[in-house]
């Protein structure tokens, strides 16, 4: 849980700045090492081959106990970051050093090395890891520690209970607890046993307290927290806030922000050990969905989505076929629109500052050269040019003369760098928000039993990246995976290699069609439908070999041809438009961003095909089957529908 900390005193905002310049000191130092020491390493390829890499480690010191001692020589030979910063968050800032030593040096699962450790950059650096909480030892030692109580914070803020929470604008940090506290144990005399109060024993408002450097004569530093307090969020709150047993782990994290004092705002992020919070609703809705006995596909394209659904047992008395296509609506075009419009306002701002306090890296555009000559033929003292429009200054080879990276910047240059940062993710927020609710609103009517094709998504940006980045489909699979998952289901993968689901119809026949046909026309039984609507009815009837792999997926042909037959008009009608509530948009539906494609003259690739039986007719022999799989061909796989869930018996 992200708990913002409401630091507005100068003198503790400054002791929290401080904090995380010399943390980022030590990282830096750490990271530099760690840096030279691999390249140590790898140079010395002779000195592996003779004594082994282990030994070769050892001697350079590439090992976790190496960094934290390297740290810790850092710090002590610093002197000032000894005010400011601990041997305990110098620790932690090796371990995090040595991750990424050690995802270089040593190949994963697959024999996948990462790069090299490279020495991160000043705004990159934004989190101090604390020390995680002992559940064994009582009141252990820790770095961040979150005291206080909730009911304690919830009487300090609402008047004792009167109204809802109402916290302050400028929120004073707590004092330390004070007097001294019974033990609950006998002196020697026989009188009862007291200690002084620590911050162990305090129960008011919530804080966060560090035990400072081992040289600081200023006391521990007090950051008060401020808890959400919108509608709806208390009980939230009291998930994460009501058991003090569960708390974990407290990290120190900045974050930018343009309108904060110093561009930053300061929060802590605490780990709980136990399940995340889940709203009631959202927990009805995923119960309703877990007793839906449907099964679907779902097809995932540039503009849109595209889920279609049946009744697992296939009955008219069961239900019909229910189908939901999701596409960006007019209101979120219009949004994304103005969106795009501030960013290139931003990226245009950026680059004139640039070209604004670097006037020497740059030359004069085709525009200002010519007004240029034309001063001087009129015999006019020349103009100075203050942001200048031409090209940078390279070399004959290209090679900008001077890197990007060591061009001055202005203040009012990184503030707008924040507030581009501030709004990038705002809007990547509101994407997942979206994502879940969409894939929540899909489960709820179509179950959580829903199977789509393999794709990698990341090969469609190379020619859609644009579009793709604003539906996203990619970012609403995985939620769809993620929620089909909490409610008991599950969302398999079909490889396209072996179903084909765009290029078959529902009874069986092999209906070719180009990247930019939309619309299914099936010759054989006459059905007609959007090709995305289609895709996905073919989804649900997939099977598998082995539900892990997606290349042992299979088409159906035999059930997705009985579907038909019974579900005919109600299938129709799925096909054409959505059948449930969405966000849709008929603007937007069905358009895909690639070049127009002329069609050949020679006959459809279906022509001379074997007939398929109509949608009056049941279907006979081996018409029905997919050739090659062909359920009942193996005995000993047999696709069973069982429920709400797929399964194969043998």
């Known amino acids: 849980m992200m708990l913002p900390l409401a630091v507005t005193d100068p003198a503790g905002l400054a002791r929290v700045e401080k904090l995380f310049r010399a943390m980022w000191s030590v990282k830096r130092t750490v990271q530099r090492d760690a840096r030279a020491r691999v390249d140590a390493y790898w140079a010395a390829f002779r000195e592996r081959e003779q004594h082994g890499a282990k030994a070769v480690r050892q001697r350079l010191g590439l090992s976790r106990e190496a960094l934290e001692r390297c740290a810790y020589r850092h710090l002590e030979a610093s002197g000032h970051l000894k005010h400011h910063a601990s041997k305990a968050l110098a620790m932690h800032m090796a371990d995090e050093v040595w991750n990424g030593v050690q995802r270089h040096l040593f190949p994963d699962v697959t024999g996948r090395r990462f790069g090299k450790p490279k020495t991160g950059r000043w705004h990159g650096f934004t989190r101090i890891p604390g020390r995680a909480r002992s559940h064994t030892t009582e009141r252990k030692w820790e770095t961040f520690r979150l005291v206080g109580s909730l009911h304690g914070h919830a009487m300090a803020y609402t008047g004792g209970g009167r109204r809802p929470v109402q916290q302050p604008r400028r929120m004073p940090a707590p004092k330390a607890p004070s007097g001294t506290v019974p033990t609950g144990k006998a002196t020697a005399s026989g009188k009862p046993g007291t200690r002084k109060a620590t911050w162990w024993d305090h129960t008011g408002p919530l804080a966060v307290v560090f035990a400072g450097g081992p040289d600081s004569g200023r006391g521990d530093p007090v950051l008060p927290v401020r808890i959400p307090q919108r509608p709806g969020q208390w009980a939230r709150v009291e998930h994460f806030l009501s058991n003090p047993g569960r708390w974990h ?167 707008l760098c924040a507030r581009q940062a501030e709004a990038a993710a705002s809007a990547a927020e509101h994407r997942r928000h979206r994502a879940r609710t969409l894939a929540r609103q899909i489960i709820a009517a179509h179950g959580p039993v829903l199977v789509v094709e393999d794709c990698d998504i990341r090969t469609w940006y190379r020619l859609w990246g644009k579009r793709l980045s604003r539906t996203t489909p990619g970012l609403l699979i995985a939620a769809l995976d993620r929620e089909c998952t909490a409610a008991g289901g599950r969302l398999l993968r079909a490889s396209t290699w072996s179903t084909a689901l765009s290029q078959h119809c529902l009874c069986g026949e092999r209906v070719s069609k180009l990247l930019r046909d939309r619309e299914h026309t099936c010759p054989a039984c006459g059905l007609t439908g959007k090709r995305d609507m289609v895709s996905a009815a073919l989804a649900a009837f997939v099977r598998f070999r082995d539900v892990d792999d997606p290349t042992t997926a299979y088409l159906d042909t035999t059930t997705s041809r009985r579907a038909q037959i019974i579900f005919s008009e109600g299938l129709e009608e799925a096909l054409r438009e959505s059948t449930t509530p969405c966000r849709n948009t008929s603007r937007g539906a069905g358009r895909v961003a690639v070049p127009r494609q002329r069609r050949g003259t020679s006959a459809p690739r279906t022509a001379g095909r074997r007939r398929r039986a109509t949608p009056d007719e049941p279907p006979q022999g081996d018409h029905a089957g997919a050739p090659g799989l062909r359920p009942g061909r193996d005995p000993q796989l047999t696709p069973v529908n069982c429920g709400s869930s797929l399964r194969l018996s043998r």
């Not at 001063?375 to 031409?390: D, F, I, Q, T, Y």
């Open 249 to 415: 782990k407290v990290d120190l994290v900045r974050r930018r922000k343009a309108s904060a004092p110093g561009g930053w705002v300061y929060e802590a992020h605490l780990m709980v050990l136990g399940p995340g919070y889940t709203a009631p609703a959202v927990h009805r809705m995923r119960e309703q969905a877990a007793a839906l006995d449907r099964i679907g596909g779902v097809d995932g394209n540039v503009s849109n989505l595209s889920v279609v659904s049946f009744p697992a047992g296939l009955g008219a008395a069961d239900g019909e076929p229910q189908s939901t296509e999701i596409t960006l609506s007019p209101q979120e075009q219009a949004r994304l629109e103005r969106e795009a419009k501030k960013r290139r306002g931003r990226a245009r701002a950026l680059e004139r500052s640039r070209r604004t306090t670097n006037t020497a890296q740059y030359g004069l555009s085709r525009k200002q050269a010519r007004r240029a000559e034309r001063r001087v033929a009129k015999g006019l003292e020349p103009r100075a040019v203050s942001v200048p429009g031409g090209a940078c200054a390279a070399r004959v080879d290209g090679v900008p003369k001077q890197a990007f990276r060591r061009d001055r910047l202005s203040v009012g240059y990184r503030e």
